[in-house]
């Protein structure tokens, strides 16, 4: 026949429910203070004494029954027997805790312990415990460690000056507590409570003499370790930024999203939820000044003080908002897009949960590791999971700007990229919505957000911002945006009876027929005007088919001519004309070419309308500049003004160079580089020096060249040095040295006249005092060639 059997517990039970079990000094004197507002005080203070820390209350106490009976009985919790607790209906309040193994915390503060209660009508009971004892012999049981107790005849006094309440002594500390922990320790005091609760009865304050001094340095109440504890996330919410609000009751989830102090929309909807009956949430985006003005109130950016906490009862449940903590799984899912999701350094907020039952959510029973993952904490994280996307969809459509491209409410990709830039340049440092009614996207995006929630059956749409959901109020706007939009905004008009929107839509029709009417004719008239720019056009090309079979014919009658002969012929048509005359004429001839290549420009410009009005001032000039060069070298061939050829003047070479090779940048791209120290001034003939320039830049034209260098060398005598280099074919040194190519008669092209580069020679020699060289083929670039000016 068999027998009942019993549990034995070890002393070493202490351990695992205590030091091991709580291992957070600041959770263990969280969790005393809750056991002091369960019991009904309306006033902790904590005193931190050398090796010894004070916990009292002037709640209810406790009468030598309830040592025995409960304090003493581990694990049993007065808070799951609603019968013993008849005081908690006068006082209003749900339990802050309920495993009832809080006590414990005293063993992860502290070696012993001294407790010292008294219940009304009661004397002072006092009860000492050395926890080490418990440590000693893992085989002796736990009930046979004896704990010394004494009843004492004097006044017990408590805060408030109350005679009755608790107080724990807590000595030999398993740590030394420095300014920084107690200063953490107020911080973590002071988000304990829900600040909207409506708890205005229980107060919390610290004392510390070896601070005082400290304190007494520091103008900031934040930065003190003594006096009250002042919860401040009221304040810190009372900033204007983009916030959403939820409430569940047993029937309805009522749910407002305001931004910056406007509403943008309020919905009902039925309460899907089994376990979650009393709660709300309230989340807060900050933009970038939401974030300074956060800095500058609480002393601390948003990710150091917290983010989104939890309150069970109106006292938090840790480790949920804590720095760096993601029990959420916010950063977890942001970090999966940039711009496209709300994590924990973009939000700051409060879970509100009520509960009679706390077995449904219970507690981690480490007390730092949040709530057992059951049916109910998964149903209320789930309700928090709606309520956030509710919000993130707001941010991140509206104020981000994120289906501008996304989801082509635009016409053109270049106007929605435009607008989303201008939205998001705003929006960081705005502190109102005026900018959202200038922006034609969030517009859309947040008429297509409401236009959502008013298809969903189950949503009641209290009211909405029907300004902001008003794409057509500017048809500006509206013309940047997709057609079909206005009938999405009808939908939306229909659905929720707006008559506003209606009146609106039907105006936008009436203007977007008229519109379209202009478009129309616009549309003929640019369509007419193709149509005889095309007849012209086709002309043109005509006549310059025509121009081309002329100018083939030519060419195919010079190609026949053997090089030696033209050449011949040439030198034996000009040796009866004087050598001088001969160089005029042939920088008439340069200058007839350049003035009629000009005037095809100009002519080619006004025919196209696009060209600015400066361009053809441009060319003009360039023409009007080779015209009067044709007017002085005609009045040389008749000798009118023979003098001019040799007139000498003091130059500064450099600047007249410069500005004499400016009238050529319509034909080359010309580089000046100077790579001299001094001064070049020479007295020379100007007009020598031009027909010089006139043949240097011709032959690198007529060379096919597109950029001309020209490279002013340094040097220690009174010789000066310049070259000129082009990208053009270069001398073709199969043929020519680089003494014969500047023969007269001698040319690299087919058809040349050989005048300009012996003329250059001549010139340089006779009238400048001077000479030039070919240095070679490719020495600036990878083509062309490069001929040096000497003067001396």
């Given amino acids: 026949m068999g027998k009942t059997l019993n549990f034995k517990v070890s002393a070493g039970l202490k351990s695992i429910l205590g030091q091991d079990l709580i291992t957070d000094d600041y959770v263990a004197v969280l969790e005393l203070v809750k056991n002091s507002y369960d019991a009904g005080a309306k006033k902790v203070i904590i005193t931190f004494e050398p090796d010894s ?7 209810m106490g406790m009468t030598m029954s309830d040592i025995t009976d409960k304090w003493l009985f581990l694990a049993y919790s007065a808070k799951k027997v609603p019968a013993e607790s008849s005081y908690r209906d006068h006082l209003r309040r749900h339990y802050a805790g309920a495993k009832g193994i809080g006590r414990m915390s005293c063993d992860r503060l502290g070696q012993t312990l001294i407790m010292e209660t008294c219940h009304e009508g009661g004397k002072l009971e006092r009860l000492d415990i050395d926890w080490s004892l418990f440590e000693q012999d893992q085989n002796k049981e736990f009930a046979e460690i004896g704990l010394p107790h004494q009843t004492l005849d004097r006044e017990p006094i408590f805060p408030n000056d109350s005679f009755i309440g608790t107080r724990l002594q807590l000595s030999k500390l398993r740590k030394r507590w420095v300014r920084s922990d107690k200063l953490r320790l107020r911080r973590s005091l002071e988000k304990m409570i829900n600040p909207f609760s409506g708890i205005d009865d229980f107060g919390i304050e610290v004392i510390s003499e070896e601070d005082q001094l400290d304190d007494a340095k520091e103008s ?3 930065r003190k370790v003594n006096g009250p504890i002042r919860n401040n996330i ?11 609000n939820s409430q569940v009751t047993k029937g309805y989830v009522h749910t ?5 102090g406007e509403l943008m929309y309020e919905i009902k909807e039925p309460n899907p939820y089994r376990y979650v009956k009393d709660a709300s949430i309230s989340l807060f985006y900050l933009n970038r000044a939401a974030k300074n003005n956060f800095t500058r109130r609480m002393g601390v950016p948003p990710t150091q003080y917290g983010s989104i906490f939890l309150f069970r009862n109106d006292f938090r449940i840790l480790p949920y908002g804590e720095p760096g903590d993601d029990s959420l799984g916010l950063d977890r899912r942001a970090m999966q897009g940039y711009n496209r999701f709300l994590g924990t350094r973009d939000l700051f907020g409060r ?13 981690v029973s480490n007390r730092n590791a949040g709530l057992i993952n059951n049916e109910a904490s998964r149903e209320l994280f789930g309700y928090f999971e709606k309520t956030h996307r509710r919000l993130e969809r707001y941010v991140v459509g509206v104020l981000w700007g994120d289906g501008f491209l996304r989801r082509e409410y635009f016409k053109s990709k270049d106007d929605a990229s435009k607008a989303r830039k201008e939205l998001q340049d705003r929006e960081r440092e705005s502190e109102t919505t005026a900018h959202l009614y200038h922006s034609p996207g969030s517009k859309v995006d947040f008429m297509q957000l409401v236009r959502s929630l008013a298809q969903d059956k189950d949503v009641t749409i209290v009211k909405y911002n029907e300004k902001l ?11 940047l945006l997709q057609e079909q939009l206005l009938d999405d905004l009808e939908e939306l008009a229909n659905k929720t009876s707006s008559q506003s929107l209606k009146q609106s839509i039907g105006d936008t029709r009436v203007v ?6 202009q478009r129309a004719e616009l549309e003929q008239q640019l369509k007419d005007s193709e149509e005889r720019r095309n007849a012209a056009e086709q002309l043109a090309e005509e006549r310059q088919k025509q121009k081309e079979e002329a100018d083939k014919k030519t060419q195919e009658a010079e190609k026949e001519r053997d090089a030696q002969i033209a050449k011949n012929q040439y030198l034996s048509s000009v040796r009866n004309t004087s050598k001088e005359v001969e160089d005029i004429v042939h920088t008439i001839l340069i200058s007839s070419t350049n003035l009629s290549s000009i005037i095809n420009l100009v002519s080619m410009s006004l025919e196209d309308l696009g060209i600015h009005q400066a361009e053809l001032s441009q060319q003009l000039d360039r023409a009007r500049f080779q015209v009067e060069r044709i007017g002085k070298l005609a009045s040389m061939i008749t000798k009118a003004d023979s003098a001019l050829l040799r007139e000498a003047s003091r130059v ?17 791209n010309i580089l000046i580089e100077d790579e001299s120290n001094g001064e070049f001034f020479k007295r020379l003939p100007l007009l020598e020096l031009s027909v010089v320039l006139d043949n240097l830049v011709s032959n690198a034209v007529k060379a096919e060249a597109k950029e001309l260098r020209v490279i002013f060398h340094n040097t220690n005598s009174r010789t000066i040095y310049i070259d000129f280099a082009d990208d053009g074919c270069g001398v073709d040194l199969t043929q020519f040295t680089a003494e014969t190519i500047f023969e007269e008669g001698v040319t690299n092209r087919r058809g040349g006249s050989g005048i300009g580069l012996s003329t250059i020679k001549e010139q340089m020699k006779k009238s400048l005092n001077g000479d030039i060289e070919f240095l070679g083929n490719g020495l600036h670039f990878s083509t062309g060639a490069t001929f040096r000016l000497i003067l001396k």
């Fill in 53 to 59: 820390i004070v916990i009292a209350d002037d709640g």
């Fill in 220 to 222: 900031d109440a934040y």
């Fill in 234 to 244: 009221r304040e810190i919410l009372e900033i204007k930024t983009t916030e959403i």
């Fill in 256 to 260: 407002i999203v305001r931004d910056r």
């Fill in 351 to 363: 879970i509100d949960l009520y509960a009679d039952d706390l077995e449904l959510f219970k507690e």
């Fill in 469 to 479: 959901a008003n794409i057509v109020a500017n048809t500006d706007e509206y013309e």
């Fill in 512 to 517: 977007l027929e008229q519109l379209a009417r």
């Fill in 652 to 668: 500064d070479l450099k600047e007249y160079i410069r500005e004499y090779l400016d009238n050529f940048r319509g034909s080359l």
